[in-house]
């Protein structure tokens, strides 16, 4: 890298804007299935000299020099300056691994489906044991990266402790998140017990009517895209109303998405597009995307009201705030409180009464296969937070197969992952935390709102004014913060337990 001139903490926020629209704008091409080679490489070599040991120093130089608010801007420029450095060292490697796994095929019943395409594939197959045919040609084609995907996770940790000067990875993802992993755990832990009972009742129940009584004792993790879906209420749950009656219960909140300006929806299919949703704010508040790959079924519309309520916190920020704090967080516990609320709607018995034409006995019914979801994926999470505390824990032993992640996450939720599934289920930074902590928020967030608002909450515009304030504040905000201006603390859980074993 050529020498040069140490940039001004503003200066540098200004080029950094530049650089992550266009990282964002080239991920999502590749993750929409516009392109199929990522050329991120290419991206950061054009901004070679926005990132150096020099410009760290000197942001980390200010930052001890500075206090309040502006200590907190410049942190946050100085811990986007050393991902900037990693990502210069191993922008390669990655773009090597993503083009490798999207040029990978599984056959299939004669076809040569990408591997994207092959676990969409899962969630719509009806019979069973096709699933499993698919599951296992995936997940065997899926592992054939582990080695690469344990390198890479080698080489960022490698860089990340040396330029964090912590060397433990918990240690450095709990000073960032300012929260105790192990603490967070712990309380994860005895909500997940307190709701066992009832998670294992419902769960019977539902696989008996999602899965069939031929179902393995323990089903494969192949069948949980279709057991997400709820195949079997997908003629009530269409493919073609998911947009027009997402887009009609958030104008009950007040938010008009598909005439937002900043907001841009791809809801298009294609081969090599994700299955899994996301929002890419590639410039908030004016150019934030809204992604997802409609399937049929539940699933659709609870992926779209999850995404839109990330989308509009990204488009509701004040673009006054400095972009730093429109853009950068310390993680992503704040947004995806809003994620989880609107996502929640689903789970009002009323929702499905009034939108689909249900009896109130079939509405609730139906309302109940949504917490059973829901619990499902809690359980997950909090044995994936389990495992990776361990596996961070003692990186040095870590290897191309996990005992512990399957046996953790088969024990949580009565569904049997593969011990070779652990590494491409990894997402960075304790991401599987901040799911967590937005689980326990949005339950805070959705009592408040009863108390405040009303049982109906969900179609209330009060719901949408208080939402579109907390949205304006852009990324400032902690989690923790928005517990206190609740009147909860951080850990209470009452509200999540409550509402999980309804």
């Known amino acids: 890298m050529s020498t040069t001139a140490v940039r001004s903490p503003a200066e540098f926020e200004e080029q950094l804007q530049r650089y992550l629209y266009e990282r964002s704008e080239e991920g999502r091409a590749v993750r929409v299935g516009e392109k199929e080679v990522s050329e991120q490489a290419a991206i950061v070599a054009r901004y070679a000299d926005l990132f150096s040991r020099d410009q760290l120093r000197a942001l980390r130089d200010e930052e001890e020099r500075a206090v309040e608010d502006r200590r907190e801007w410049l942190y946050r420029l100085r811990k986007t300056c050393e991902s900037g450095l990693i990502a210069a060292e191993l922008a390669e490697k990655d773009d090597e691994l993503e083009n490798e796994i999207l040029a990978a095929r599984v056959e299939f019943k004669g076809e040569e489906l990408p591997l994207r395409s092959a676990l969409a594939r899962l969630s719509v197959i009806s019979d069973y044991a096709d699933r499993d045919e698919l599951g296992e040609r995936y997940r065997r084609r899926s592992a054939d990266f582990n080695e ?41 832990a005895a909500a997940s017990d307190e709701i066992e009972s009832r998670f294992v009742a419902s769960r019977e129940r539902w696989f008996e009517r999602l899965l069939g009584p031929d179902r393995e004792e323990l089903p494969s993790s192949a069948h949980m895209g279709y057991i997400r879906r709820l195949s079997p209420l997908d003629s009530t749950y269409t493919k073609e109303r998911a947009t027009d009656v997402c887009l009609a219960t958030l104008s009950a909140l007040g938010f008009d998405l598909a005439a937002d300006r900043n907001i841009r929806l791809d809801l298009d299919d294609r081969p090599q597009k994700s299955p899994r949703a996301c929002v890419i704010a590639s410039d908030p508040p004016h150019v934030v995307h809204l992604i997802t790959r409609a399937q049929g079924g539940l699933h659709d519309y609870q992926a779209f009201l999850h995404e839109a309520g990330h989308a509009l916190h990204y488009a509701g920020v004040d673009p006054n705030l400095p972009y730093t704090f429109r853009r950068l967080s310390r993680d992503h516990a704040l947004t995806e409180i809003y994620s989880y609320i609107c996502e929640a709607i689903t789970r009002e018995p009323a929702w499905h009464a009034e939108y689909f034409g249900l009896s109130d006995e079939e509405a609730s019914t139906n309302a109940e296969a949504t917490i059973f979801l829901e619990a499902l994926l809690f359980k997950r999470y909090t044995a994936k937070l389990q495992f990776e505390l361990d596996f961070w824990s003692s990186f040095d032993e870590a290897g191309l197969t996990s005992e512990d992640y399957s046996q953790r996450l088969t ?67 902690s989690s923790e913060e928005i517990a206190g201006r609740l009147g909860f603390e951080p850990y209470d859980t009452a509200p999540l337990s409550s509402e999980l074993s309804h």
Do not use: C, N
Request: a negative charge; aromatic letters at 10%; charged letters at 35%.
């Open 148 to 188: 690469q995907r344990l390198e890479l996770l080698r080489a960022y940790e490698e860089l990340e402790a040396d330029l964090t000067e912590e060397p433990d990875a918990v240690a450095r993802t709990e000073e960032e998140k300012q929260i105790s992993l192990r603490d967070l755990e712990h309380v994860l």
């Open 411 to 477: 024990a949580a939720t009565g569904i049997r992952y593969p011990s070779d599934g652990h590494l491409a289920d990894m997402d960075a930074g304790f991401y599987s935390a901040d799911y967590l902590r937005a689980w326990i928020r949005h339950a805070q967030l959705r009592a408040y709102l009863v108390d405040e608002v009303g049982e109906d909450w969900w179609r209330s515009a009060k719901t949408g004014e208080l939402l579109r304030s907390l949205f304006a504040e852009g990324t400032r905000p």
